[in-house]
């Protein structure tokens, strides 16, 4: 079998390490410093029981800076997006257990994945199939075999159109304007002195503008599940991060809800 100019059948290519074998190149240089991003990275779950494929793919994805999660067949596929949904799923249409076909369909008929971008591969044959799989709800699809750079292109392609803040290079709440690339944020066209905790802070919140976060929730996500921090620690920084962000007299863009939490205004 051959992909992307690749024969999975050398041992070469055989792979159960994350590292890069030789042959298999990113799509892009993963040395452009989006490590620090990787925290608040689109999630992509990729569904495909080919395993040499299912390496690429996530490796290229994780190149480009992705969050990746791989699952071979389509029954735990199932159980996982009931646990978690990611921001963007790769579903191959033949499966294990259950068809891609038929878990897309499914997932379709559930609100919490209804609206989850879906892309879908398929083999060569398979594409008179194309049409029914557009019909049962993939946004996208592909056929194997495919290139790298055409796959990380539909995989932006289709999160900038469903999910736009999470590609964006710069997110803005009325006058405040946070520089991804930069890791600078500016209020009124001026550039702010910003703590690091207080930069991931203010991304996390701009990414979701309007929406109330706990305190626990904002730990979770900003200073990661594994590390014990108090609640009040939140506050601490919610405190420091208004008044690096409210200088002189601006409207304060951060707004605590008793007892439920803080949010970025968006009114
Ligand atoms: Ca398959």
């Known amino acids: 079998m051959s992909l992307n100019g690749i024969d999975f059948s050398s041992p070469a290519a055989r792979l159960s390490s994350q590292s890069a074998p030789a042959g298999m190149v990113p799509a892009r240089d993963a040395g452009s410093g989006r490590s620090e991003q990787a925290m608040f990275a689109p999630k992509v779950m990729v569904v495909e ?3 040499p494929l299912c390496v690429l793919l996530r490796y290229n994805l994780e190149a480009e800076g992705y969050q990746v999660e791989t699952v071979m067949r389509g029954d735990e596929a199932e159980l996982r997006l ?32 209804e609206r989850l971008p879906i892309i879908m591969l398929t083999a060569r044959g398979e594409e008179s199939d194309r049409v029914r799989g557009l019909a ?4 996208d699809y ?48 001026k550039a702010i002195g910003i703590g690091p905790t ?17 305190r626990e929730q904002l730990l979770d996500n900003v200073w990661g599940n594994n590390v014990y921090v108090d609640e009040r620690t939140v506050d601490v920084h919610i405190g420091r991060l208004r008044k690096a962000i409210n200088i ?11 007892g439920a939490g803080y949010s970025i205004t968006v009114e």
């Open 49 to 51: 029981d080919e395993e």
């Open 82 to 113: 009931r646990e978690s949904v990611p921001d963007l799923l790769v579903l191959d249409w033949m499966l294990p257990a259950i068809s891609g076909i038929e878990l897309c369909r499914r997932l379709r008929a559930r609100p919490e994945t």
């Open 136 to 139: 049962t709800g993939a946004d």
């Open 142 to 189: 592909l056929v194997k075999p495919f290139s790298m750079p055409e796959f990380i292109a539909r995989v932006r392609a289709l999160l900038r159109r469903a999910k736009p803040e999470s590609v964006a290079n710069v997110l803005t709440v009325k006058d405040l304007l946070l520089d991804r690339e930069q890791h600078r944020v500016f209020r009124k066209g």
């Open 198 to 214: 207080e930069y991931r802070l203010l991304e996390f919140l701009m990414l979701s503008p309007g929406r109330v976060f706990s």
């Open 248 to 258: 002189g007299r601006s409207v304060d863009l951060i707004r605590t809800v008793r």
